[in-house]
């Protein structure tokens, strides 16, 4: 008997499983029973025969399981730095040939997660996979209830075992910390198994489903904890929990990321217990160094996507000017704030991958670049949730370029700078066709430059309506 609430927050702190049944199926073929945790042994009682499994690790009432069959049984072992545990598959007899040929590649995504994350949480018992006649899957601590072996499924459910089982989900508002996680861990396999190109389509992937729907938040409502297709939404809870993630990832870097969920997995008052959205979040910020307020409220709390304009031109050999514009797909976001990933190709090949940390709209970034930038590509290798995004080379000059004047043009020793009343100057640089600063003033109408080289000059000018480029051929 397991006493317990059948509550979220009231995990029992160990498991006894006694099953009773006949020994033998009316085809004469054993049953073989599996449950949470360790089989301790098989009492024969006549025609019946006792199994008893132990589990001596927290676990919440959901995943307690048992299941009996004519399975065949195998194992896997997990080396784990010297202290091996088994992977013990249950499986039905007609299907233990291909089983057999799937289950093995749970050992490389064991010890990758292992890698990445910290030792399997249930090391000192065993991890397993017992088939079962629904689709899909089911974390039942130790041991995945599993309606086919294919190997997205086998990482799925095995993340669940840092994720959803030592750690669970505080309330059903916060079931992300469990399926957009497990979701992301399919993906981290994917990246570290076989590499960018496919971890990029995969990515691509989650982002058309997110994007399918302009709206809809991964954090559930009031309302929506009473509504089982919301909280288990593909869309919502899986994907975009999924790429909440990984953008989180690359904002905050690599060894933050990870050092965060290290943090978050080993934090005595969550591991083996109970963790809430708003419990992982300041982890994530002590192991960034960064206030990520803003960006869960935008990704995680509220709805929609981005869609975004990026115009850009090459004022210089040396420069490429960017601007980036941003509508929202749910009004409920007034501007998401994120790094842009951006790639410069170049008219020979070149390419240069650069991200813009855009916080508002309209904003004008300058970046160095070595080589004739022939186009922009967004979101190279679908890192950013959005839609409908478009790259245009501003050809012409603005209005208010257009405004500011340079003359005489050609110059010899001086040229005078005409600008509309109402736009203030704040400081003008002249570069050469090198990229070289070669001179740097406060707003002043008139430059002299008969000290400079013959050639053209690059003079940009800073502004109260952003930055304006203009250019000067020097006698």
Same mark, same amino acid.
Request: glycine share 6%; no cysteine.
């Given at each position: 008997m397991v006493l317990c609430k059948q509550d979220l927050n009231d995990k029992a702190d160990s498991l =006894?499983? #006694?099953i009773t049944t006949p020994r033998f199926n009316p085809s004469n073929e054993e049953y073989v029973a599996v449950s949470n945790g360790l089989e301790q042994s098989q009492v024969i009682n006549g025609i019946n025969k006792t199994t008893h499994f132990k589990h001596r690790y927290a676990i919440p009432a959901y995943l307690i399981a048992i299941a009996v069959t004519n399975y065949e049984v195998y194992s896997h072992t997990v080396d784990n730095?010297?202290?091996p545990f088994d992977i013990v598959n249950y499986v039905y007899p007609e299907n233990l040939s291909s089983a057999q040929a799937s289950t093995p590649i749970t050992v490389d995504i064991m010890n990758l997660y292992s890698n990445l994350f910290e030792e399997y949480p249930f090391a000192n018992e065993k991890y397993g996979h017992a088939q079962f006649g629904w689709g899909g899957g089911m974390e039942h601590t130790t041991v995945s209830f599993m309606g086919s072996f294919g190997r997205d499924l086998i990482a799925h459910e095995l993340a669940h075992q840092w994720f959803g089982d030592k750690i669970t989900c505080g309330s059903w508002k916060d079931i992300w910390l469990n399926e957009g996680f497990a979701t992301y861990l399919s993906g981290l396999t994917i990246e570290n198994l076989d590499g960018g190109t496919s971890f990029k389509s995969w990515k691509a992937q989650l982002i058309s489903s997110i994007t399918s729907i302009p709206n809809g938040t991964v954090y559930l409502t009031d309302t929506d904890t009473t509504n089982v297709n919301r909280i288990f939404s593909s869309r919502l809870t899986y994907n975009k929990g999924a790429m909440v993630l990984h953008m989180l990832r690359k904002? $905050?870097? =690599?060894n933050n990321f990870f050092q965060g969920i290290k943090n978050y997995l080993s934090?005595?008052? #969550? *591991?083996?217990?109970y963790a809430k959205t708003e419990d992982f !979040?300041? $982890?994530m910020e002590a192991a960034s160094g960064e206030n990520l307020t803003a960006f869960f409220n935008n990704w995680l709390y509220k709805e929609g996507y981005p869609s975004y304009t990026i115009e850009w031109n090459q004022p210089s050999v040396n420069q490429v000017h960017i601007q980036i514009s941003q509508t929202q797909s749910d009004p409920s976001v007034s501007y998401f704030e994120a790094p842009v990933p951006l790639r410069l190709i170049g008219a020979l090949g070149e390419t240069l991958d650069i991200t813009l940390n855009n916080t508002v709209n309209q904003e004008d970034f300058f970046n160095s670049v070595n080589f004739t930038v022939a186009s922009i590509q967004f979101d190279p290798e679908a890192d950013l949730i959005s839609k409908n995004n478009t790259v245009t080379l *501003? +050809? +012409?000059?603005?209005? !208010?370029? +257009? +405004?500011?004047?340079l003359y005489p043009n050609p110059a010899q020793d001086n040229f005078t700078i005409t600008k509309p009343d109402n736009i203030e100057v704040d400081q003008i640089k002249i570069f050469n066709i090198f990229g070289q600063l070669l001179y740097q003033t406060q707003w002043t109408q008139k430059i002299n430059v008969a000290s400079f080289s013959s050639g053209v000059l690059f003079v940009q000018l800073d502004t109260s309506q952003g930055v304006i480029n203009k250019s000067v051929l020097k006698n």
């Open positions: =006894d499983v #006694y730095s010297g202290n904002k $905050i870097g =690599d934090n005595v008052n #969550y *591991a083996y217990s !979040i300041p $982890i *501003a +050809n +012409n000059k603005s209005e !208010i370029e +257009n +405004n500011f004047l």
